[in-house]
T-cell receptor
């Protein structure tokens, strides 16, 4: 079975550029989550969707971050403009309802 | 006080040892209790999960949940070098999931 698929795996870009991270959840999972992981703060939930509708975006750091889920098989997380402090590993996870989440392998983002 | 407390280690044991990893939590509303394993440069992988107090065993791994003490544990028997990873506890209620900081484990051959 295909797991959660994230792209790109690595992204290096200059400060001020727009960054778009992509996620394809596991088929049949109706909940999708975006996390950020850093050494200092561990795993932080940014936003989660249920049936393509954003339910909780209280973890989104600021207006520079936005997320969309146009259909059940695709989601994006955008950062515009990007800043060096956004450098982290961004994970997408999905789950079937209120069941444990399954994670992708993440996007390692470096903002220079 | 954090909602989920987990000793970050690092923890180093010889091959074959029994490993005990633990977390405490403060929110009694949590319903699901999970352990994730994360290898370097990979995403967290769901290892075990339970929905109630008690023990759950899967091969060399045993998960314990004590809701009255708000304490969960993961035991690894006959540890192998391939078990070297970071182990994160997690717990959730209505899709609201909280993670521990993760314990970095090294099993030395």
């Amino acid at each position: 079975d295909a797991g959660v698929i994230q792209s790109p795996r690595h992204e290096v870009t200059e400060m001020g550029q727009e960054v778009t991270l992509r996620c394809k959840p596991i088929s049949g999972h109706n909940s999708l989550f975006w996390y950020r992981q850093t050494m200092m703060r561990g795993l932080e939930l940014l936003i989660y969707f249920n049936n393509n509708v954003p339910i909780d975006d209280s973890g989104m750091p600021e207006d520079r971050f936005s997320a969309k889920m146009p259909n059940a098989s695709f989601s994006t997380l955008k950062i515009q403009p990007s800043e060096p402090r956004d450098s982290a590993v961004y994970f997408c996870a999905s789950s079937p309802g209120d069941q444990p989440q399954h994670f992708g392998d993440g996007t390692r983002l470096s903002i220079l | 006080q954090k909602e989920v407390e987990q000793d970050p280690g690092p923890l180093s044991v010889p091959e074959g040892a029994i490993v005990s990893l633990n977390c405490t939590y403060s929110n009694s509303a949590f319903q699901y209790f999970m352990w994730y394993r994360q290898y370097s440069r990979k995403g967290p992988e769901l290892l075990m999960y339970t929905y109630s107090s008690g023990n759950k065993e899967d091969g060399r791994f045993t998960a314990q949940v004590d809701k009255s003490s708000k304490y969960i544990s993961l035991f690894i028997r006959d540890s192998q070098p391939s078990d070297s990873a970071t182990y994160l506890c997690a717990m959730s209620y209505n899709n609201d999931m909280r993670f521990g900081a993760g314990t970095r484990l090294t099993v030395k051959p």
